[in-house]
């Protein structure tokens, strides 16, 4: 026996030996699927969700090196890593980018399920983990951009800590367990919750929340991944200054806690509406596999919940734009540019959750009529969409000609950083996984065409 075949042998005798027994977990009741045609993103949104989790994690395993979670060091280490620290500027970037795109994801995985009656296939508990999965998503994503310790980091304690000490009876108790005593307690808390007890809870709730049968899309996972990068690359996040040594400035939380932000600057009672109102919300979804019992799934024919998802998305919509206003008149004092007219607020709100329920309630029921009407009359002739063919000649143009770009970007990427274009870099590595995903699309179109 040659030596190649000597270790192809122990190679195969490893791969059984480790299946085998890897048979007896729960990961092998998973099936795991790899399309061999393009699959819309839409049926695996959660999966998309879970890799960038996976980023998270592998970009914040590698940051935690240089970080120091104490009160004089907190700012001063994510500043170190930003200038200092080799390929950390990259990394910070992606970390945060890849935060924001984890909850953007998340809640559109959400909707998508839920507009598509995904619930009624049995999927209650697949449902109820997924929506305490979105909320873990914001509250890590919230600790997150804590740690840094700056001006935005100061925005958000007051608010959690506001939110927590309103609650009734136990409100004070509730902040001091969770917030601690003092802005020392406050991040060193901030970083245990972020880097251990939210991961820890999340990779629980994701062993329930996996489906059996799960598709990873390879060129996809490299387009989101690549969007990251480029995203990070044209919109670089901000170090910001260092809190208690900056001169105060107006600023407002992350997108996805605007809608908080401002329920809490009309100054009406924080708990009802910057806690309970965000609550009975996630209460709504989680009842829905309880309370919509109909066997129709799709949006079309279910009006009633259809409508009520819209409406919720013009909620949260119109917090979100409330939240980012600010007086432009920069004579006023800062309480009065950050103060929101509770009427105002209220008011645009009723006009939203009106316009939105009886809107696609309506539209929804003249879709039906139309159909049935539709039925009633003759049927037109069905057309078959002639498929889009392309030649092998120019597949093979297209493949080379994207693998020909892949590779000068990156001799690109590796020039812009050697130069110190950081951003530049960032935003060619984000080219250099888009321009993957588009060679592995155009391998699998014509792998296609060439079997027909």
Same mark, same amino acid.
């Given at each position: ?26 990961? #092998? ?57 080799? =390929?950390?500027?990259?990394?910070? *970037? ?19 399920? #839920? ?26 994503? =919230? ?22 000490? *309103? ?78 040594? $900056? ?57 009633? #919940? ?27 004092? #800062? ?19 009106? =316009? ?59 020039? $812009? ?22 060679? =592995? ?12």
């Amino acid at each position: 026996m040659s030596r190649e075949e000597s270790i192809g042998s122990l190679v195969n005798k490893l791969v059984n030996y480790v299946v085998e027994r890897l048979e007896r977990t729960w990961f #092998f009741s998973l099936r795991f699927a790899i399309p061999s045609r393009v699959v819309s993103p839409l049926s695996y949104l959660g999966m998309l969700t879970f890799v960038i989790f996976l980023i998270e994690g592998i970009t914040g395993g590698i940051l935690m090196f240089y970080y120091v979670p104490t009160l004089d060091g907190a700012w001063d280490s994510v500043a170190r890593i930003n200038d200092e620290i080799p =390929f950390g500027y990259i990394l910070r *970037n992606v970390h945060y980018h890849g935060s924001n795109a984890m909850v953007f994801l998340a809640v559109f995985h959400l909707y998508y399920q #839920f507009f598509s009656g995904r619930y009624k296939l049995r999927y209650e508990m697949l449902w109820v983990t997924g929506i305490i999965l979105g909320l873990m998503t914001v509250l890590e994503a =919230f600790f997150g951009y804590d740690v840094i310790f700056n001006e935005r980091a100061e925005l958000a304690l007051s608010i959690g800590a506001s939110l927590a000490e *309103n609650s009734p009876v136990i409100g004070v108790v509730i902040r001091e367990a969770v917030f601690g005593a003092g802005f020392g307690d406050f991040i060193l808390r901030s970083y245990t919750y972020h880097v251990f007890i939210l991961p820890v809870v999340m990779i629980l709730l994701i062993i329930l929340h996996f489906p059996r049968n799960m598709i990873m899309d390879i060129p996809m996972i490299s387009a989101i991944t690549g969007g990251i990068f480029i995203v990070g690359g044209l919109f670089p996040i901000e170090l910001g200054g260092k809190f208690g040594l $900056a001169p105060p400035t107006i600023t407002v939380p992350e997108w996805y806690l605007t809608g908080i932000y401002a329920f809490i600057r009309t100054g009406l009672d924080r708990f009802i509406t910057g806690g309970l109102m965000p609550a009975l919300l996630l209460l709504m979804f989680i009842v829905m596999p309880f309370v919509d019992k109909g066997k129709k799934y799709r949006w079309q024919d279910r009006p009633l #919940f259809t409508a009520l998802g819209v409406t919720s998305l013009g909620q949260i919509a119109v917090t979100t734009v409330w939240g980012f206003y600010i007086d432009p008149d920069t004579s006023l004092p #800062f309480v009065d540019r950050i103060f929101i007219d509770p009427f105002s607020l209220w008011m645009s709100m009723l006009l939203i959750a009106f =316009f939105s329920f009886v809107g696609t309630y309506s539209f929804i029921k003249v879709m039906q009529k139309s159909a049935e009407a539709k039925k009633v009359a003759k049927k037109p002739p069905f057309i078959v969409n002639a498929p889009v063919n392309i030649s092998q000649k120019w597949i093979w143009v297209m493949l080379v000609s994207v693998i020909l770009f892949m590779v000068y970007l990156n001799l690109l990427a590796f020039q $812009a950083y050697e130069s110190g274009f950081h951003n530049l870099a960032l935003l060619e590595l984000g080219g250099i996984l888009v321009s993957f995903s588009a060679v =592995f699309h155009l391998y699998r179109y014509a792998k296609d065409a060439l079997m027909k």
